[in-house]
């Protein structure tokens, strides 16, 4: 069965750039594969991110941007802040036409 | 304003049924697919089902076929899930959302807070 995989921790300094990637175990992501980006804090709800590759959801900063890179979608924060320490989720539409969501990432920023 | 309130989640005993609901307000309901997606604790997010703006197409994770049903009601601007034999890994956070289309492309665009259930002798 196909898995959507992510980075299970990654961590940034203040300022600084990272990426956070969404890739299939089978296969390769694809502007077919509808990928999107969630932000989620301890006891609250997701907050959608990113959507149609890279549109931001509104009102999310502009230091983050949404790609396809190779064969994986991939979430960019360019400037990170402290209040970007988060827990990352993508969601993907499969082949099978259900929907996986990855495991997702936490984002230390230290 | 959009709004997605869950209610129904419990403490059932393994085996059992549950159905949980949510309330949509702020929004043409029956123009959007809606979804349930679960958060065991601790864990992460996981897709559960899908069902189309007429609900006349459904889809599951497998884990939860023949178990759950998911379904609306339009006139209500209701979504509902029905759970039966209910196991312990079905514990979760569940989230009711909505499927927005912008652009040829599908997000969850709007959350609601989510319903806690347990599933514990």
């Given at each position: 069965q196909t898995v959507v995989t992510q980075e299970p921790s990654v961590s940034v300094s203040p300022g600084g750039t990272v990426t956070l990637t969404c890739g299939l175990s089978s296969g390769s992501v694809s502007t077919s594969s509808h990928p999107s980006w969630y932000q989620q804090t301890p006891g609250q709800a997701p907050?959608?991110?990113i959507y149609s590759i890279n549109t931001r959801s509104s009102g999310v900063p502009n230091r983050f941007s949404g790609s396809i890179a190779g064969n994986k979608a991939a979430l960019t924060i360019t400037g990170a802040q402290a209040d970007d320490e988060s827990d990352y989720?993508?969601?993907?539409?499969?082949?099978?036409?259900?929907?996986m969501f990855g495991g997702g990432t936490k984002l230390t920023v230290l | 304003e959009v709004q997605l309130v869950e209610s129904g989640g419990v403490l059932v005993h393994p085996g059992g049924s549950l159905t949980l609901s949510c309330a949509a307000s702020g929004f043409t309901f029956r123009s959007y697919w809606m979804t349930?997606?679960?958060?065991?604790?601790?864990?992460?997010l996981q897709w559960v089902a899908n069902i189309k703006p007429d609900g006349s197409e459904r889809s599951y994770v497998d884990s939860v076929k023949g178990r759950f049903s998911i379904s609306r009601d339009n006139a209500e601007s209701s979504l509902y899930l029905q759970m039966n034999s209910l196991r312990p890994e079905d514990s979760a956070v569940y989230y009711c959302a909505r499927w927005g289309y912008y652009s040829g492309y599908y997000h969850i665009d709007q959350w609601g807070r989510g319903t806690l259930v347990t599933v514990s002798s």
């Open positions: 907050r959608p991110l989720y993508c969601v993907l539409f499969l082949d099978s036409g259900l929907w | 349930w997606v679960r958060q065991a604790p601790g864990k992460g």
